[in-house]
């Protein structure tokens, strides 16, 4: 079994920055990539940004050129650096580790816009 433990979410203003960590831990486990996604209330869940282990990237067209997805291989840790926030994008941010047969979710952290 593989624990994702989430951080940096929080109450976060118009053009304001967050940053979000994600670390895998546990058994033996090839990661190909990791990345965030985030579901809106109401809506369904969505791709943010994700990286493989060959630092390919790949982001959702709203975010690109604000957001940076970048990981660190020897900590098992993925990183999702916010900037220039909108409101509508609040949202619980979930992490998601991808092997070669199996994947997991983090428990998701929480980004609140205020307005």
């Known amino acids: 079994q593989v624990q994702l433990v989430e951080s940096g979410g929080g109450l976060v203003q118009p053009g304001g920055s967050l940053r979000l960590s994600c670390a895998a831990s546990?058994?033996?486990?090839?990661?190909?990539?990791m990345g965030w996604y985030r579901q809106a209330p109401g809506k369904q869940r969505e791709l943010v940004a994700a990286?493989?282990?060959?630092?390919?990237?790949n982001y959702a067209d709203s975010v690109k050129d604000r957001f940076t997805i970048s990981r660190d291989n020897a900590k098992n840790t993925v990183y999702l650096q916010m900037n220039s926030l909108k409101p509508e994008e609040t949202a619980v941010y979930y992490c998601?580790?991808?092997?070669?047969?199996?994947?997991?979710w983090g428990q998701g952290t929480e980004v609140t816009g205020s307005s």
């Open positions: 990286i493989t282990n060959g630092d390919s990237t």
């Open positions: 546990g058994n033996s486990f090839s990661i190909y990539s």
């Open positions: 998601k580790v991808v092997g070669i047969t199996r994947y997991f």
